[in-house]
């Protein structure tokens, strides 16, 4: 969004009603920000209300020009309303909530706000998407959530992030649990990603690309998952082609690597990445996908001196997926003793982290891998 979305001309005349603000969720001195305002998925924008030190809309996900634009005046109209409707009411809690990390909490009030929403309200698509995020851990009710409120999105942006996280929920359940829900999830994405009429960014069709690859996958079609990942990374790369800039192309260099590894290809994201961290000297980002290019070619001096430079940028919870990165590296390499060093030094740095950004599951689940060593 910062590449693409921030430096639109369409967002000019939000200037002076909204003061913009960027977190760094990685930098301690935000930490207290994070205890008040949790951020468990990135990207992710949140509406406050200074003066009533509330939320007035949130939203998890990357969003087009058109799409942020509806969320900034629909926040707008909410914090200049002397009274709400019910629904609109009960999404404000939904949000509150949210931002509390209280996700079982923030549901019923999402789906509160579903049933009291009047025909045509302008919110259901983000309250859908949303609620969507509050229950992607109970891949059962996600499923059958997003095939219940598909047809009312159908032809909107939201459409698009409500069948594919259904979709994703539909494949990770057991086979005989499914049902039709993977079938008719799967069509419904499929239909989304067939309307050329929807503007959606080529973030959201790489989404797309990634729900219906695992309904291939959890079909058994392996024909079929070769076919959409050798799709989706010609996609990727076509659209970085496009870019503008070395910042927008940098974008898509994630979902690249990825695509790349899929295909048993990590040889093609090396000069990619090597671009990128010439670009950008001072992102970790850059040289720690490389240290995963490199453990793929089982180059693993090559692929720890990538995650040295990577260590000597990152800070914050990241700090933590490049220290996995190395031990993993480590382990391909046959060196148990600094594999496990290497975890241990990722439970001490767990455990220093501040309130806000520290992590008691992640720290469990350190320890459990280190026990296991």
Not at 32 to 61: E, H, N, S
Not at 103 to 123: D, T, V
Not at 126 to 138: D, H, N, P, V, Y
Not at 247 to 270: F, M, N, W
């Amino acid at each position: 969004m910062k590449a693409f979305v921030y430096t639109d001309e369409g967002l000019e005349r939000y200037a002076g009603r909204f003061v913009w603000l960027s977190i760094n969720t990685e930098e301690a001195k935000n930490a207290a920000f994070l205890k008040r305002w949790p951020i468990p998925a990135l990207p992710m924008l949140l509406v406050l209300d200074a003066k009533r030190d509330a939320v007035t809309a949130r939203y998890v996900g990357g969003a087009t020009v058109p799409h942020l634009q509806k969320l900034l005046d629909d926040a707008e109209k909410t914090y200049r309303a002397k009274s709400l409707s019910a629904a609109d009411t009960e999404l404000a809690k939904a949000d509150r909530l949210a931002s509390e990390g209280k996700n079982a909490e923030a549901a019923k009030s999402f789906e509160a706000a579903i049933a009291a929403a009047p025909r045509n309200w302008s919110k259901l698509g983000r309250t859908a998407e949303s609620l969507m995020f509050a229950i992607s851990g109970e891949p059962s009710r996600c499923a059958t959530r997003a095939l219940e409120l598909y047809p009312r999105l159908k032809g909107t942006i939201s459409s698009a992030n409500v069948a594919a996280t259904g979709l994703s929920c539909a494949a990770s359940l057991e086979a005989d649990k499914r049902g039709d829900l993977l079938s008719k999830l799967e069509k419904a994405t499929q239909e989304v990603f067939d309307d050329r009429k929807l503007a959606l960014s080529d973030d959201d069709r790489s989404g797309l690309y990634l729900a219906l690859i695992e309904a291939r996958d959890a079909s058994g079609d392996d024909e079929g998952v070769v076919e959409l990942k050798a799709e989706w990374s010609a996609f990727l790369d076509g659209a970085a082609a496009r870019a503008k800039t070395p910042e927008q192309r940098t974008v898509y260099d994630s979902h690249r690597l990825s695509a790349y590894l899929e295909l048993g290809q990590p040889e093609k994201a090396v000069a990619m990445l090597e671009q990128s961290e010439r670009d950008f000297p001072d992102d970790y980002n850059p040289p720690a996908r490389l240290a995963l290019a490199w453990k793929a070619l089982n180059e693993f001096d090559k692929a720890l001196a990538a995650s040295d430079r990577a260590l000597a940028k990152v800070s914050g919870p990241r700090r933590l997926s490049v220290l996995s990165v190395r031990a993993d590296i480590y382990v391909a390499k046959g060196d148990k003793e600094a594999a496990r060093a290497t975890v241990a030094e990722a439970v001490a740095y767990a455990k220093s982290l501040p309130e806000g950004q520290r992590s008691e599951r992640r720290i469990a689940a350190l320890e459990k891998r280190l026990s296991g060593m």
